[in-house]
């Protein structure tokens, strides 16, 4: 069965702080790992990842994925408050109508 | 930015009753999606729909589940006879015509189902 299994479960740092987030996967003919940050609504997306060593960087977010080892990182440096959210990580597996299987998200809480 | 529009935010039904949830996906997006999240757990896939088709659906969706496109803009989320369990937050989401499998799917803000 096609999982997706995100570390921590809850995280709480200061302003300022680097976080790394943890995403590992077991998915049939894995095709892209998905990064989402959720707020009080909508999942917005952050990033698509499909290549493995291939950093993906939007201002003090970034992220990587390993495809060997079944695992991506997204990384936030220099935390601000508006980080606080729910972190999503969803993978499109053997599926090609673009069916995302979502971990458990991670909660990060940013305080000043 | 385009945007996925859902509504309503929040419905409130007595069980057995049937309610259709909205949503209007980005308007040059051709591949559909309903998801949905009960509270505390993870975000699950229900359906996915495509060329007015169900391409995929989940073992959630059952057959008190239907979906629609109505019309060029609308895409809706049917369940006929609601039960307690059926009470979460369900997210309609729509990606680029371009194969499904490369392109991001972009999220609604949700309608909260409450069943009473």
């Known amino acids: 069965e096609d999982k997706v299994v995100q570390s921590p479960l809850s995280l709480v740092v200061h302003e300022g702080d680097t976080v790394t987030l943890n995403c590992s996967y077991e998915v049939t003919n894995f095709r892209s790992l998905l990064w989402y940050k959720q707020e009080k609504k909508a999942p917005t997306f952050l990033f698509m990842l499909t290549s493995s060593g291939i950093e993906k960087k939007s201002g003090r977010l970034s992220s990587i994925l390993d495809k060997k080892e079944l695992f991506s990182i997204l990384n936030i440096t220099a935390t601000q408050t508006g980080d606080s959210a729910i972190y999503l990580c969803a993978v499109r597996g053997s599926s090609n109508t673009g069916k995302l299987i979502f971990g458990q998200g991670t909660t990060l809480q940013v305080k000043p | 930015e385009p945007e996925v529009t859902q509504t309503p935010s929040h419905q409130v039904t007595q069980m057995g009753q049937e309610v259709i949830l909205r949503c209007v996906p980005i308007?040059?997006?051709?591949?559909f999606y309903w998801y949905r999240q009960i509270l505390g757990q993870k975000v699950e896939f229900l359906v996915s729909?495509?060329?007015?088709?169900?391409?995929?659906k989940s073992e959630i969706f059952d057959d008190q589940f239907s979906v629609e496109r109505p019309d060029g803009s609308n895409f809706t989320l049917k369940i006929r006879s609601t039960k307690l369990e059926d009470s979460a937050m369900y997210f309609c989401?729509?990606?680029?015509?371009?194969?499904?499998?490369?392109?991001?799917?972009?999220f609604g803000d949700g309608t909260r189902l409450s069943i009473l």
């Open positions: 729909f495509y060329n007015n088709e169900i391409s995929e």
């Open positions: 308007s040059n997006h051709l591949y």
């Open positions: 989401a729509s990606s680029e015509a371009r194969a499904a499998g490369n392109q991001p799917q972009h």
